[in-house]
């Protein structure tokens, strides 16, 4: 039985990690183990599982190093104990009982396979999907499926070209092969500058319906507005590096394109109402070609 990892990144989220812990240590694989990644926390979560969850290890950071490096710190310290296998899981998410075996079941079924993505849905309203991995939409990565209603629709499409890193197992191999997550990237777009990576590398994603996550998405900031406009802007500008970095010509006049018309229909609008305000459509278009991230 392949021995796994789960590596679950924390700030401050204290008030998720009784339901993400729970869930997490009650699965039906027997080989893994949970390693807490915290990230500089004030909010009493290091303690608050150090004596409730004496069976996950923690790594207690000095300050938060953002999500990219916490993960990377992580995989590097379950590669280094003989981790076939590793699945990231956000603090904000609650798993099913069998969510870690299915994922390790459809990974070992061909060594081709690099990740593994979780039918991910919305905790708020599990009707509601996610993510069910990462495809190509309009020429760029996206998480596919994202706030549908769940009808089923994805379940029998299987063939991804990543998943969000939130729920998703990744293959010692292939991280040997291409490289962890780009810290330079923070916390957004790092894990879909992965996936991208690694199928420009040749490696096989898939989706695994009956791997079931609930997500709450963006928990230890959903109360910061000045945090989250920062995550806005700093997705833009990952969002343009990884599209430099990966996306060939045809896709880049795709995206362009699509970024015209909506710019425009942006500053039709702008106008409308009466407003003299920049579009990010055209601020996207000049980071993509005229200036240097």
């Not at 069998?98 to 459809?106: P, Q």
């Not at 069910?132 to 994805?154: K, M, N, P, V």
């Not at 957004?188 to 695994?208: F, H, I, M, Q, T």
Request: positive net charge; hydrophobic residues 40%; proline residues 1%.
């Amino acid at each position: 039985m392949a021995k796994v990892s789960v590596i679950i990144p924390n700030w401050n989220g204290k008030d998720y990690l009784r339901e993400c812990l729970s869930s997490a240590l009650n699965q039906d694989y027997d080989n893994f183990r949970v390693i807490l990644i915290d990230n500089g926390s004030t909010d009493g979560s290091v303690e608050f599982v150090r004596n409730s969850y004496s069976e996950v290890e923690i790594i207690a950071l000095d300050k938060n190093y953002e999500f990219a490096k916490a993960n990377n710190i992580g995989i590097k310290k379950a590669l280094e104990e003989g981790a076939q296998f590793i699945a990231l899981l956000n603090n904000d998410t609650k798993v099913e009982k069998n969510w870690l075996s299915e994922l390790v079941r459809v990974m070992e079924s061909n060594s081709k396979i690099g990740i593994c993505a979780s039918k991910m849905l919305k905790m708020d309203n599990p009707q509601i999907l996610d993510s069910t991995g990462h495809a190509f939409i309009d020429g760029i990565i996206r998480d596919r499926g994202s706030g549908e209603l769940d009808r089923g629709q994805y379940d029998t499409k299987l063939e991804v070209v990543g998943g969000c890193a939130g729920a998703a197992l990744y293959r010692r191999e292939m991280l040997d092969e291409i490289g962890l997550f780009d810290e330079q990237f923070g916390f957004n777009y790092e894990d879909v500058e992965l996936s991208w990576r690694a199928y420009r590398y040749g490696w096989k994603a898939r989706y695994v319906p009956q791997a079931i996550v609930y997500h709450l998405r963006s928990g230890s900031v959903k109360d910061n507005s000045q945090l989250q406009e920062e995550l806005r802007y700093r997705g833009m500008l990952n969002l343009i590096r990884t599209i430099k970095r990966h996306a060939n010509i045809k896709q880049k006049i795709w995206v362009t394109l699509i970024w015209i018309k909506e710019a425009s229909r942006q500053r039709i609008y702008l106008l409308f109402k009466g407003k003299e305000m920049g579009s990010d459509y055209l601020e996207r278009l000049k980071l993509l070609w005229l200036k240097k991230l």
